[in-house]
């Protein structure tokens, strides 16, 4: 069974960057979309960036050009590159599996993502 693990999260100034990570094993995820989502207290959980090898890659408008999603399939590892980091990007960021092969867009709702982490909290102070 596959399992995701995140790190790299903590506490940044406003305008820091920080890098996460998200490590997959018990099984070869290159096929699969995936994809980094975030949770800040009180409100829904939302996409922030997706890939996959047929479509490309998506972000969310509130993080494009500011966040950059990419993966090391040989390492079984997702990456998330986050600069100009926002007071308002602190929350819990967590990394997903979409386990279709064949996509004509990337998958952008929580109940399309079959496999989660358990999450590493980005806190930015002003």
């Known amino acids: 069974q596959v399992q995701l693990v995140e790190s790299g999260g903590g506490l940044v100034q406003a305008g820091g960057s920080l890098t996460l990570a998200c490590a997959a094993t018990g099984g070869t995820l290159s096929s699969f979309a995936m994809a980094w989502f975030r949770q800040a207290p009180g409100k829904e959980r939302e996409f922030l960036a997706g890939?996959?090898?047929?479509?490309?890659?998506f972000y969310a408008d509130s993080v494009k050009g500011r966040f950059t999603i990419s993966r090391d399939n040989a390492r079984n590892m997702l990456y998330l590159q986050m600069n100009s980091l926002k007071p308002e990007d602190t929350a819990a960021y967590y990394c997903?599996?979409?386990?279709?092969?064949?996509?004509?867009?990337?998958?952008?709702?929580?109940?399309?993502?079959?496999?989660w982490g358990q999450g590493t909290q980005v806190t930015v102070s002003s």
């Open positions: 997903a599996v979409h386990w279709g092969v064949v996509l004509t867009t990337i998958p952008r709702r929580v109940d399309e993502y079959d496999s």
């Open positions: 890939m996959h090898w047929s479509v490309g890659t």
